[in-house]
């Protein structure tokens, strides 16, 4: 028997399902392609009457350049309306950038007989051509405000047949921490396109570099190529040169029938100058010399315009080497004075009481002096005088030995001896006090040792107000030591410089990176430290043997402590003489150098000591770089500076020049 198969010409309950799902599919696909069309056509729409409205802005932009300012006046005044405001906060519009906008209503749009736009409204700045959808647009969950906030793809606003050979654009050059910034602006176009690109290329170079946002950062000297463009649309190219010049800001000066010099410089939060030194002249107004070398304190202006002068001195010599400002319009002076008849602002007598010369070996001398620290206001008035370092003509060898002694002990040096202080510089320190640096001299008989004298490290910190904290009993060991100045890490941790004769004293400094030999007078005479622990060091040597020959050296460490990352000496320099560094940025230090008997202003690279620029300078010794500026300040008495002219053997000048 044969089965047979019953066909049901009717529909399952299965296939129901199926055929409910695939069609509620099918709709929800319908529907969601409907919404959208209806976005898409929305946003076309919007599009349309922004780009509309672009363009009639562009032609309003024409008759304003052509001096039409009425065009300025159209629309409404925004002033009170917070939805305005709400609006080009939401369009990323600075504040500084909102005054020149104004609110064209639906009614303005018609009154202008601008066609195509229906109900929208708008936020206009003529003369920028900038142009703000009052309310925005929502797409995909974003509302858009402008053309060019619109993702890249979503619209086109170039206008087809126009002639790029009328694109023309400005280019500026600006300083921008410590590098230069190439800039586009004010871009003409007689179409629309808000997202330009910059293209640019060093002549000499193959392919195109670019950047988004309208500038770029230029490292190396010379010509650049420069262009813009959107898409398939290019700008031919402008040649922008970049060669940075060194340029005089301002000099001036302080000089008489004697000698003058500055030897510091500081920055003030006024934005002018602190300079000390001394002078030995009697016909400067302001100024009564009171024999010798008087010491200065000097207060320049942002323009280097002198706002105040005085001088401290007696019948000797007195000179102030270091300044800073400890508080907002408080300087603090120090140096050294050989005279015992300073009067302070009270003629109150602060010499240090006695005057004393003694001699060593034939014609070795040594003569009593005593440290020194002038505190002044703003308007150059002393605050306080006194001296520092207890100088004193009865030295006793128990005093020697408990601040730094350990070498002649066997001795008394009390009727021999005459201990002199010498003060090299000062340093600010982060508690708000300050270190004073220098020497501590104390005089040994000829008929014990030929040397004649010896040195101790002077460290004494004091407090603002100039009272003494505490002094930093360092060993003088088997030799003269003495410190030139002291830095301070972000941790607090100091870092004393200057020289050793001693042995074991410049083993130390071997371990600290700084170049060392054995059979040269070394002296360190200065440390940059930067914030990550890596330093400059400028090192000065002597060679004993031919004491008329100088030798300067830079070396640069991660840390103090470590071994080097570089050390170039002056043959490694091509044989320019270091005269004195300065700290211009992280990247960068900067020096005054001699070369081939000219003076150099050199600015190298800490990575490597490369020389990053160089320019030709007056003889200046001195240079202190205001970081981050390109700015410094010069210090000495050129015999080539354009404009000057000394009328004694010399003069205190100071310059500022910048790179620009």
């Known amino acids: 028997m044969k089965n047979k198969t019953k066909k049901n010409k009717g529909i399952t309950l299965i296939s129901l399902i199926v055929t409910i799902i695939v069609l509620t599919i099918l709709a929800s696909m319908a529907v969601y392609s409907g919404i959208n069309a209806v976005n898409s056509s929305k946003l076309t729409a919007f599009t349309a009457e922004m780009k509309i409205m672009q363009t009639n802005v562009n032609d309003l932009y024409e008759k304003y350049k052509d001096g039409d300012e009425g065009v300025l006046s159209l629309g409404q005044s925004i002033s009170g309306n917070t939805k305005a405001e709400e609006t080009l906060n939401a369009a990323g519009i600075a504040q500084e950038e909102k005054a020149d906008f104004r609110y064209y209503t639906n009614q303005d749009i018609v009154?202008?007989?601008?066609?195509?736009?229906?109900?929208?409204?708008?936020?206009?700045?003529?003369?920028?051509?900038?142009?703000?959808?009052?309310?925005?647009?929502?797409?995909?969950?974003?509302?858009?405000?402008?053309?060019?906030?619109?993702?890249?793809?979503?619209?086109?606003?170039?206008?087809?047949?126009?002639?790029?050979?009328?694109?023309?654009?400005?280019?500026?050059?600006?300083?921008?921490?410590?590098?230069?910034?190439?800039?586009?602006?004010?871009?003409?176009?007689s179409g629309y396109i808000n997202k330009w690109e910059v293209r640019y290329q060093?002549?000499?170079?193959?392919?195109?570099?670019?950047?988004?946002?309208?500038?770029?950062?230029?490292?190396?000297?010379?010509?650049?190529?420069?262009?813009?463009?959107?898409?398939d649309i290019e700008s031919a190219s402008q040649i922008v040169a970049y060669d940075p010049k060194l340029v005089r800001k301002w000099t001036n000066k302080i000089d008489g029938n004697g000698d003058e010099e500055f030897l510091d410089v500081k920055e003030t939060s006024d934005g002018g100058y602190i300079a000390v030194g001394y002078t030995t002249s009697t016909n400067i107004n302001g100024l009564e010399n009171k024999g010798g070398e008087d010491a200065i304190i000097v207060k320049y202006d942002a323009n280097g315009n002198e706002q105040w002068k005085k001088s401290v001195g007696g019948s000797k010599d007195d000179r102030y080497n270091g300044v800073i400002e400890i508080t907002n319009g408080t300087y603090i002076a120090v140096g050294t004075i050989y005279s015992t008849d300073v009067l302070d602002k009270n003629n109150v007598n602060i010499g240090h009481g006695y005057d004393l010369t003694f001699e060593f070996v034939g014609t070795t001398y040594m003569e009593a002096s005593e440290g020194i620290i002038g505190r002044y206001d703003s308007a150059g008035n002393e605050i306080s005088l006194k001296v520092t370092g207890e100088a004193t003509d009865k030295y006793t060898t128990e005093q020697y030995r408990e601040e730094g002694g350990t070498y002649y002990e066997e001795f008394d040096i009390l009727e021999y001896?005459?201990?002199?202080?010498?003060?090299?510089?000062?340093?600010?320190?982060?508690?708000?006090?300050?270190?004073?640096?220098?020497?501590?001299?104390?005089?040994?008989?000829?008929?014990?040792?030929d040397s004649g004298d010896a040195h101790a490290y002077l460290v004494i910190k004091y407090d603002e107000e100039g009272n003494k904290?505490?002094?930093?009993?360092?060993?003088?060991?088997?030799?003269?030591?003495?410190?030139?100045?002291?830095?301070?890490?972000?941790?607090?941790?100091?870092?004393?410089?200057?020289?050793?004769?001693?042995?074991?004293?410049?083993?130390?400094?071997?371990?600290k990176g700084i170049k060392?030999?054995?059979?040269?007078?070394d002296v360190v005479e200065q440390l940059l430290l930067y914030d990550d622990g890596s330093y400059i060091s400028l090192l000065y040597t002597s060679y004993q043997s031919f004491p008329d020959?100088?030798?300067?050296?830079?070396?640069?460490?991660?840390?103090?402590?470590?071994?080097?990352?570089?050390?170039?000496?002056?043959?490694?320099?091509?044989?320019?003489?270091?005269?004195?560094?300065?700290?211009?940025?992280?990247?960068?230090?900067?020096?005054?150098?001699?070369?081939?008997?000219n003076c150099k202003l050199s600015k190298f690279s800490v990575e490597d000591a490369t020389i990053i620029e160089e320019y030709d300078i007056p003889t200046y010794e001195n240079i202190y770089a205001i970081e981050e500026k390109e700015e410094f300040i010069l210090l000495g008495t050129p015999t080539n500076e354009e404009g000057i002219t000394i009328e004694g053997n010399s003069g205190a000048v100071i310059a500022k020049y910048a790179i620009e």
């Open 516 to 521: 060392i030999s054995s059979d040269v007078l």
């Open 417 to 449: 001896s005459v201990a002199n202080i010498i003060i090299y510089g000062i340093n600010k320190t982060r508690d708000g006090n300050f270190i004073l640096t220098g020497q501590k001299n104390v005089g040994v008989p000829s008929s014990f040792m």
């Open 111 to 189: 009154n202008l007989g601008i066609e195509g736009i229906k109900e929208r409204e708008f936020l206009v700045d003529v003369k920028d051509r900038k142009v703000v959808s009052y309310e925005g647009f929502e797409y995909n969950g974003t509302v858009y405000y402008t053309l060019d906030q619109l993702p890249k793809g979503l619209y086109n606003v170039e206008y087809e047949d126009i002639d790029t050979s009328e694109l023309k654009f400005d280019v500026k050059m600006s300083r921008e921490q410590g590098n230069y910034r190439i800039t586009v602006s004010n871009i003409q176009y």
């Open 549 to 597: 020959i100088e030798f300067r050296a830079i070396s640069n460490g991660s840390n103090l402590g470590d071994t080097l990352n570089w050390e170039k000496d002056q043959a490694d320099l091509e044989n320019r003489i270091i005269k004195q560094i300065s700290k211009s940025s992280e990247n960068d230090f900067v020096a005054i150098c001699e070369k081939d008997n």
């Open 469 to 511: 904290i505490s002094i930093n009993k360092l060993d003088m060991m088997h030799g003269t030591s003495y410190s030139i100045g002291i830095k301070e890490d972000l941790n607090g941790n100091y870092f004393d410089y200057g020289f050793s004769n001693d042995i074991l004293n410049k083993e130390l400094l071997r371990q």
């Open 202 to 231: 060093k002549e000499g170079e193959t392919g195109w570099k670019i950047s988004k946002d309208l500038s770029f950062i230029v490292e190396d000297k010379g010509p650049y190529n420069i262009k813009i463009g959107n898409n």
